[in-house]
């Protein structure tokens, strides 16, 4: 079956707009990660879902940030008033059960440049 | 809290020869899981290796094995037989139980033919 697949691929929005940016995971997978990964840095953890619960958004760095996933299945990113700080690749991952072991399959992610 | 940390930015090998890894952590709990995963330019990240910090015995995938010493909290990914397709970034990564994943740095492996 298809991977996990993300859009838009590249974003550009200027300071202060509002962004979603939309995870579609591989079917069936429980558990769903967002990360926030810029220039030349690993992946910084923004939160989780298993099903529909949001389980863990400590990584979330404000209150503009905030994640859904309504039925279980896709995922959207919002981000209110778009900061310059807030370019990225933003990396969605999906996992087949809840456990901790399971492996993560990544998105290609969502290039985000804020001008 | 949790860290993980890789202290080579880069590093070169020759194509079918060996290259190690390194990458340490700390966390205070004892119920981790740690993983290596490749980033290759395209930039889509895939599972290279994981361990379960209560297992002893290292973790083994084809060419690539880890050596995981747990006192000291260090988890190096060795590489055998290193192939043109091995070049990308790699990243190690921690997680405790449930919690978020935390990843290092990452190190820039280039094979050189």
């Known amino acids: 079956g298809a991977g996990v697949s993300q859009s838009p691929r590249y974003k550009v929005a200027k300071r202060g707009q509002d962004v979603a940016l939309r995870c579609d995971p591989i079917s069936g997978h429980v558990s769903l990660f967002w990360y926030q990964q810029a220039l030349g840095q690993g992946p910084e953890f923004l939160t989780y879902f298993q099903n529909e619960a949001q389980l863990d958004k400590s990584g979330l760095p404000s209150d503009r940030f905030f994640a859904e996933r309504p039925e279980g299945s896709v995922s959207t990113l919002k981000i209110q008033r778009t900061q310059q700080e807030d370019s990225a690749v933003y990396l969605c991952?999906?996992?087949?059960?809840?456990?901790?072991?399971?492996?993560?399959?990544f998105g290609p992610g969502t290039r985000l440049t804020v001008t | 809290a949790q860290t993980v940390t890789q202290s080579q930015p880069e590093m070169s090998v020759q194509e079918a020869e060996t290259v190690t890894l390194s990458c340490t952590y700390d966390t205070s709990e004892s119920n981790y899981y740690l993983f290596w995963y490749k980033q290759p330019p395209s930039r889509q990240m895939i599972l290279v290796i994981r361990q379960e910090a209560y297992k002893q015995q290292n973790a083994t995938e084809n060419r690539f094995s880890v050596n995981f010493q747990k006192a000291a909290k260090s988890f190096s990914l060795k590489i055998s037989d290193s192939q043109l397709g091995d070049t990308a970034m790699y990243f190690c990564a921690l997680r405790v139980g449930y919690q978020k994943v935390t990843f290092g740095i990452g190190t820039k492996l280039q094979v050189i033919p």
């Open positions: 991952a999906s996992t087949r059960g809840g456990g901790p072991l399971y492996e993560q399959y």
